[in-house]
Nanobody, 123 residues
């Protein structure tokens, strides 16, 4: 059983930056691809970014491409989401997730999910 704990959310002004972290425990981190998803009030959960097991490939939603960067530190069993040039429409609860498959990472059928961290961007 893998446990995921997100941190780093908060309130930031438009144009600002935040870095989210997701610490994993209870499993072998390198056997999981990792993803970030978000859910805004009244909206469905949506894909944000993902990274393969060995960091060989990363994937982004069009809405965040060029502004967000996903990375992982396998030695620390942690995945990060660096968010720059934040916009009010980025306001959401952000979730990290882990999945054993190393492909089709945009699909939200992940094996494990964190509890989420709130990101609020003021205009």
């Amino acid at each position: 059983q893998v446990q995921l704990v997100e941190s780093g959310g908060g309130l930031v002004q438009a144009g600002g930056s935040l870095r989210l972290s997701c610490a994993a425990s209870g499993g072998t981190f390198t056997t999981y691809a990792m993803g970030w998803f978000r859910q805004a009030p009244g909206k469905e959960r949506e894909f944000v970014a993902a990274i393969r097991r060995s960091s060989s490939n990363t994937y982004y939603a069009d809405s965040v491409k060029g502004r967000f960067t996903v990375s992982r530190d396998n030695a620390k069993s942690t995945v990060y989401l660096q968010m720059n040039s934040l916009k009010p429409e980025d306001t959401a609860v952000y979730y990290c997730a882990a999945v054993r498959r190393n492909y089709n990472l945009i699909n939200d059928e992940y094996d494990y999910w964190g509890q989420g961290t709130q990101v609020t961007v003021s205009s």
